[in-house]
């Protein structure tokens, strides 16, 4: 009887070709947009984490403002200056590194090439907090820093676009209208998460920064690099007692800045994109909607013209229970095969975007089971709540229907 | 001596309920023996199609009793009147009720599929069918690329591809023009001659009944009259 019914489904299958390809094209659609959504989502957070944690446990990121979450940033708060970096490497010796750091976006100018770019004011203390090397050249010198003389450091992705093939040392590139030697070059530290060019820098003296750029004393945030792992807390607490006592807050007010070491940032990164990750989450289950919709729609569409069908077989002498089976077969394989036609669909895909993204790939078991159960419990039932509606009719009943 | 074929006591049907309530068949008594070719007539609404309903075991009804070889119907559950369906009755619809899309053998082959049989036997038998009825040749094709008689042909192939004991036909030819009507006759009257299929079959056209070998006659839910054709019982 099993048999029967597979072969009597497959046949009615084939029968109506563009109806199993709309249901299973409904099914594909909403599996494969929740899977890309969530792969790629996941796949984004993992990477910032990935990178963050990958800057080593002894970093700490100090920024005016409090609190780093989607729709509030540092705008309002007081900034740090310049003194008070070299309070904290005066007066904290379990620092190893505090490199002030103010900087902005940029077009740097050489002969008929142009680049807009992140322009970095800090110390050398950047390069060692910041794990960076040079390629060539060298970094600043006491008085080009003290002086805040035109100089600079390229990138290597900003080397390569203004440059093309030749190393620069000693050229002068533009920068808002001024000249500026460059004196050293980054060694390439490749592609960050999402996309992210951390070679996409120029970095510059502080003060050259301040005075020629930005215009102001403001300091925007301190990367500091702490001596022993181990130490990380205690140096926070270390930061943050300092750094109250020269803003002149008072016991008992909160904080005007944050103390971040890279398991927080990672968080609150990883946070924001959590929260894009729900948003297309949300789009993703929309399409799963759709989808729904779609197989519904084509399901009872047809109603009719099964109704039609299953009178004519009851006539034959089919029992109800034959025809549901039939019709639960048949709802079951077109589920299923569009389910993992979307599956692979969108595995495929999520690999071949998070490669060009430059993100992780891992595939959400959970997610991936949630969308194709949705997707056939829709097909099923919409197959065969209709279907059993019908096959309990006389068969006269189910064939007088129009 | 063996039962009747078919035995209608008093057979009501009465569609809807209060005063919309449609009384279509009102205390129908009817015997249908072995073998007998039978032509059901009367005027459009009689009940005709009411009491071939539920013969075929297509419908239930309000009251009386319909006993086939001896067996009560009504005391019968769902699949095992589905079950007399498949084995022992073979419907003809005016309308033809083909699956669509689906050719001529599929077609023929469904209530052997139904009954269990083998792959080859399916296929030997419903080719056989359809070379009965004249089709051969004809396998592939779907109902949408089948005329209205050879529609109605496969109809026919399908209905006696199960040897059924007897043959029901509403209105075989009502869509029929008259020289095709005149095959799917020559056709009907053949399965009963040859392969003792009884035949019932509902017609408004007196040509067509006077191939049967016995008419009923119709009028107002009620058998009015039942003539048999001294000529071909002697
Ligand atoms: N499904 C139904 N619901 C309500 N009334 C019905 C239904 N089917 C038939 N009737 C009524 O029952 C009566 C008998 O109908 P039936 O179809 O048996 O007539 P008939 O003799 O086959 O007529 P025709 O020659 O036009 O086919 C008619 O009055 C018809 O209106
Ligand atoms: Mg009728």
């Given at each position: 009887m099993l048999l029967n019914a597979l072969l009597v489904a497959v046949r009615a299958i084939r029968r109506n070709l563009l109806r199993s390809f709309l249901t299973i094209l409904g099914i594909v659609i909403g599996v494969s947009a929740v899977i890309v959504m969530v792969t790629l989502g996941n796949g984004a957070t993992k990477a910032v984490g990935d990178q963050i944690s990958s800057l080593g446990s002894n970093l700490i990121l100090v920024r005016p403002g409090q609190r780093m979450e989607?729709?509030?940033?540092?705008?309002g708060a007081k900034s740090f200056e310049l003194s008070d970096a070299d309070a904290l490497r005066g007066q904290?010796?379990?620092?190893?590194a505090v490199a002030p750091v103010a900087s902005r976006v940029a077009r740097a100018v050489y002969g008929s090439e142009t680049w807009s770019t992140n322009v970095a004011g800090t110390t050398n203390d950047y390069f060692t907090a910041g794990g960076w090397s040079l390629a060539a050249g060298r970094t600043f010198s006491d008085a080009e820093a003290l002086s805040g003389r035109a100089v600079c450091v390229l990138g290597e992705t900003v080397r390569k676009k203004l440059?093309?093939?030749?190393?620069?040392?000693?050229s002068e590139i533009r920068l808002k209208g001024f000249g500026c030697e460059v004196i050293g070059l980054l060694a390439a530290k490749g592609q960050g998460a999402m996309?992210?060019?951390?070679?996409d820098t120029v970095v510059m003296p502080i003060r050259t920064v301040q005075r020629?750029?930005?215009?102001?004393?403001?300091?925007?945030?301190f990367v500091v690099s702490v001596r022993?792992?181990?130490a990380v807390a205690r140096a926070k607490d270390d930061i943050t007692a300092l750094l109250r006592e020269r803003r002149h807050i008072d016991e008992g007010e909160d904080d005007d800045f944050m103390v971040l070491d890279t398991k927080q940032i990672a968080n609150t990164l990883s946070g924001t994109i959590s929260l894009m990750t729900g948003l297309l989450g949300a789009v993703a289950a929309v399409s799963l909607l759709v989808g729904g919709i779609g197989i519904m729609n084509i399901m009872l569409v047809s109603v009719t013209e099964r109704t039609r069908e299953i009178g004519t077989r009851l006539a034959i002498g089919a029992l109800e229970r034959e025809v549901l089976l039939q019709f639960l077969i048949e709802a079951v394989v077109l589920s299923s095969f569009g389910g993992v036609v979307g599956i692979v669909l969108a595995t495929a895909a999520s690999w071949a975007l998070a490669g060009l993204l430059g993100l992780p790939f891992s595939v959400d078991v959970t997610i991936t089971a949630v969308a194709f159960l949705f997707s056939a419990a829709i097909g099923v039932l919409f197959g065969l709540v209709p279907a059993r509606r019908a096959a309990r009719l006389d068969p006269i009943e189910a064939l007088r229907r129009e | 001596m063996s039962p009747p074929l078919v035995v209608l006591e008093r057979l009501r049907k009465t569609y809807g309920?209060?005063?919309?309530?449609?009384?279509?068949?009102r205390g129908v008594d009817l015997t249908v023996e072995e073998g007998e070719f039978v032509a059901v007539m009367g005027p459009s609404g009689s009940g005709k199609s009411t009491a071939m309903n539920i013969l075929g075991c297509l419908d239930t009804p309000s009251g009386g009793d319909y006993i086939f070889r001896g067996v009560?119907?009504?005391?019968?559950?769902r699949d095992e009147r589905a079950l007399l369906r498949r084995r022992y009755l073979g419907f003809v619809f005016q309308g033809f009720n083909l699956l669509a899309r689906t050719s001529a053998l599929e077609n023929v082959e469904l209530p052997l599929l139904y009954r269990g049989e083998t792959r080859a036997a399916r296929e030997m038998r419903a080719r056989a069918a359809l070379d009965a009825v004249g089709?051969?040749?004809?396998?592939?094709?779907?109902p949408s690329e089948l005329s209205g008689g050879q529609q109605q042909r496969v109809a026919i192939a399908r209905a006696v591809v199960t040897a059924p004991a007897v043959l029901l036909a509403d209105?075989?030819?009502?869509?029929?023009d008259t020289k095709t009507s005149h095959e799917i006759m020559e056709l009907l009257t053949s399965l009963n001659r040859d392969r003792g299929i009884t035949v019932v079959m509902v017609t408004h056209d007196a040509n067509v009944a006077a191939w049967a070998r016995r008419t009923v006659r119709f009028v107002d839910g009620l058998v009015e009259s039942d003539v048999r054709k001294e000529a071909a019982c002697s």
């Open positions: 989607p729709g509030r940033d540092s705008a904290l010796t379990s620092l190893r440059f093309g093939g030749t190393i620069p040392i000693g996309g992210m060019d951390q070679d020629r750029i930005t215009g102001s004393t403001a300091v925007g945030s022993e792992a181990s | 309920s209060g005063s919309a309530a449609v009384e279509a068949l009560r119907v009504s005391s019968l559950s089709l051969s040749g004809r396998e592939t094709h779907t209105e075989p030819t009502g869509n029929l």
